[in-house]
């Protein structure tokens, strides 16, 4: 594999001193966190997705979640104080957070937007997340995310 890239995502987190590993791995389109976690030899719940959504008045913000779990929007609508929430189409998304879906990192994002995280995601030692490039992951203590950014947490989990 070549060297990791230079993206956001990475000035950002180096810039605020956060300790992390970099991982690259084959990408396949629609692979998502299975294909992700089976590369990296780590268990597809340490893979986290940043999905990017928007609220019933259109605004984004971003929800971290477990890579073998679903978003129940009706439990994070009531949980935001929204009447619904839905993801971004793929090129929404692309836009507010300026990078392409599958390679969307919730640090360095274009547009300022909230972040919501599963609690759970918590109560790893280790988590995965997007490194701002298909195909590279950070590793890094979930405790990080705090450190970087205000995250609220969120109860939002589906099997």
Known sequence: MSKAPSTNATRLLKQ???AFTEHLYRYEEKGGTAVSARELGVPEHAVIKTLIFEDDRKQPFIILMH?????????????IGARSVQPCKPEVADKHSGYQ???TSP?????TMPV??????FDLPKVHINGG????????????????MPVIRVSVALP
């Open 16 to 18: 605020q001193g956060v």
């Open 67 to 79: 890579g073998d779990r679903e978003v129940s929007t009706r439990e994070l609508a009531r949980q």
């Open 101 to 103: 879906v599958g390679g």
């Open 107 to 111: 640090f360095g994002t274009r547009k």
């Open 116 to 121: 919501y995280a599963e609690a759970t995601i």
């Open 133 to 148: 490039s298909r195909g590279f992951l950070l590793g890094l203590e979930p405790a990080a995310l705090e450190g970087v």
